[in-house]
């Protein structure tokens, strides 16, 4: 049974500062994985997807690597701004598609 | 249509009725998640559609939760005998294929007194 673990529960980082968000999940036998941003009382709205053949995908200020092998994925955000703060959610996609439980962020200003 | 569409967005209802929730996928995605989400926690995967069935139905709560999808598009969450610990955002999520990225609609707020 896939479980997914996302560290840390929660971050508060000022403005500026780079950072790295983890993602660890138990089975390697993945499709891909995906890292999503969901807002407070909204959907959740998707960052970027790494096939399972890929090692990282970036877009913008988000990059995210993924190690099949040892069962770890990272979202770094360079340069955080406020504007970034919600809360993170790694999915591991397989037969069917498992979340973690989220990296809540706060960005201040 | 253009993204995942849900509703209805909010439903209240009385502890014993009945629901449905309708999810409407992006025209041509075959794949088709139903996830909830209670207050403060994460996404709990309740049943994942390819076309018009239902490989894993093994999420589903109780047999109270009843799913089904039609044409190979929109789908239908039943909740039958509502509780209270049924209360929640069920989120909907379609993809082009059983690999491919996922995309989510607003979700259908749930509260049942």
């Known amino acids: 049974k896939q479980e997914v673990t996302q560290i840390p529960a929660a971050l508060s980082v000022p403005e500026g500062e780079n950072l790295v968000l983890n993602c660890s999940f138990t089975?390697?036998?993945?499709?891909?994985l995906q890292w999503f941003r969901q807002d407070p009382g909204k959907g959740l709205t998707s960052l970027l997807l790494?096939?399972?053949?890929?090692r990282e995908q970036t877009s913008g200020r988000l990059n995210a690597s993924l190690d099949k092998s040892s069962g770890r994925s990272t979202l770094y955000i360079a340069a955080s701004q406020p504007g970034d703060s919600a809360t993170y959610l790694c999915?591991?996609?397989?037969?069917?598609?498992?979340f973690g439980a989220g990296t809540r962020l706060f960005v201040k200003a | 249509g253009a993204g995942v569409s849900q509703s209805p967005s909010n439903k209240v209802t009385e502890k014993g009725k009945d629901v449905e929730l309708r999810c409407d996928p992006i025209?041509?995605?075959?794949?088709l998640y139903w996830y909830r989400q209670s207050l403060g926690q994460g996404l709990e995967f309740l049943i994942y559609?390819?076309?018009?069935?239902?490989?894993?139905k093994s999420g589903l709560p109780s047999d109270r939760f009843s799913a089904e999808r039609t044409g190979g598009s929109v789908s239908t969450l039943t909740i039958q005998r509502t509780q209270q610990e049924d209360s929640a955002v069920y989120l909907c999520?379609?993809?082009?294929?059983?690999?491919?990225?996922?995309?989510f609609g607003e979700g259908s707020r749930l509260t049942v007194l």
């Open positions: 999520a379609s993809s082009f294929r059983v690999d491919g990225e996922l995309f």
């Open positions: 089975d390697s036998a993945i499709y891909n």
């Open positions: 790494i096939q399972s053949s890929q």
């Open positions: 999915a591991v996609g397989g037969f069917k598609t498992i």
């Open positions: 025209s041509g995605h075959t794949a």
């Open positions: 559609f390819q076309g018009n069935s239902a490989p894993d």
